[in-house]
C-alpha cells in the first residue's frame, strides 16, 4: 500500500494523513472484494523494516491499526469476513496484540472473505523462522513434514494476483516464497487514490492473462 507519504506531502500534510487517508482505501478495497466473492485480500501494511520509520509515524501508525480494528469489527461480522493478522508479533505492544486477538478470535468462523493484514512482516523473516522451525522438527524425526507448513501463512492459499501501487516495481520483502508464480500489477496510483475503479480494473487486468506455472500454452487448455 505505497504512496501516502507522497499523496500527504503533495497536499502540504503530514505523513500520517497519507495513512489515514490509505485507511479509507483498506475499506473500500475490501467492499469490492467481498461484492466480488474474493476469497483472500492480504494487505502488506507494515513491513519489519518499517519500525526504522521516525518515532511519530510509526506510533501513529500502529494506532491508526488498533482503531481500524475496534471500528471495523461490526463490518467484519456484518460481511462474515475472517481477520487475521500475520507477521513478527514481538515488537507489537500487548494492547495491540490482544486487540488483534479478540478479533481474530470473534471472526475465526466467518466464511466469506479472508482479510490478512501483515504487520511487522518480512518474507526474510518468514523464511527464517520456519526453517528454524523446520529444522528443529526434522532433527526430532518427525515424519511427513513439509517447509510450506512452517511460514506463518500456511494452510492460505499463495496470492494469485499482487499489486504494487505509487510506481515502485519491487516486490520489498513481501511474500517472497509464497509469490513463485504470482502475476504483479504495477500502478503509478498512489495508494490513497486505489479505490474501487482502481481496483477493479487491477483485477480485470489479471483475468485477461494467461498463467501457465511453467507447462505450454497447449498443456494448460
Ligand atoms: C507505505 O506508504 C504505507 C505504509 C507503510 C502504511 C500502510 C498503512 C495503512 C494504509 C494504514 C491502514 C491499514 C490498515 C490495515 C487499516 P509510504 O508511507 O511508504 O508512502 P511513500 O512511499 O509515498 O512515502
Known amino acids: ?40 485480500l492480504s494487505l502488506y501494511a507494515f513491513s519489519t523494516e518499517n ?41 507489537l505492544s500487548d494492547e495491540l496484540k490482544r486487540d488483534i486477538d479478540k478479533a481474530m478470535e470473534e471472526t ?11 504487520l511487522s512482516y518480512s518474507g526474510k523473516w518468514d523464511i ?11 532433527k526430532s524425526g518427525k515424519e511427513g513434514i513439509s517447509f510450506e507448513n512452517y511460514l506463518c501463512t500456511a494452510g492460505i492459499p499463495d496470492p494469485d494476483l499482487l499489486i504494487r501501487t505509487s510506481g515502485e516495481q519491487r516486490i520489498s520483502n513481501f511474500l517472497l516464497w509464497q509469490c513463485a508464480y504470482t502475476e504483479f500489477y504495477f500502478t503509478e ?11 477493479r480494473l487491477a483485477i480485470e487486468t489479471f483475468a485477461s492473462r494467461e498463467r501457465r506455472f511453467g507447462k505450454t500454452s497447449e498443456q494448460i487448455k
Open 108 to 118: 475465526s468462523g466467518n466464511t466469506g472473505l479472508t482479510l490478512i493484514v501483515f
Open 51 to 91: 519500525w526504522n520509520r521516525p518515532q511519530d509515524e510509526v506510533i501513529g501508525l500502529m494506532n491508526l491499526m488498533a482503531k481500524s480494528i475496534l471500528e471495523e469489527k461490526p463490518t467484519f461480522e456484518k460481511n462474515n469476513i475472517r481477520f487475521m493478522v500475520l507477521g513478527d508479533r514481538s515488537h
Open 1 to 40: 500500500m505505497d504512496g501516502n507519504g507522497r499523496w500527504a506531502k503533495q497536499r502540504g500534510k503530514e505523513r500520517l494523513y497519507g495513512h489515514i487517508e490509505g485507511a479509507e482505501s483498506v475499506r473500500a478495497c475490501c467492499e469490492l472484494a467481498v461484492e466480488m466473492g474474493i476469497g483472500y
Open 189 to 199: 496510483t498512489l495508494w490513497p487514490d486505489f479505490r474501487k475503479p482502481q481496483f
Open 128 to 138: 527464517e523462522q520456519a526453517a528454524r522451525r523446520y529444522a528443529e522438527d526434522y
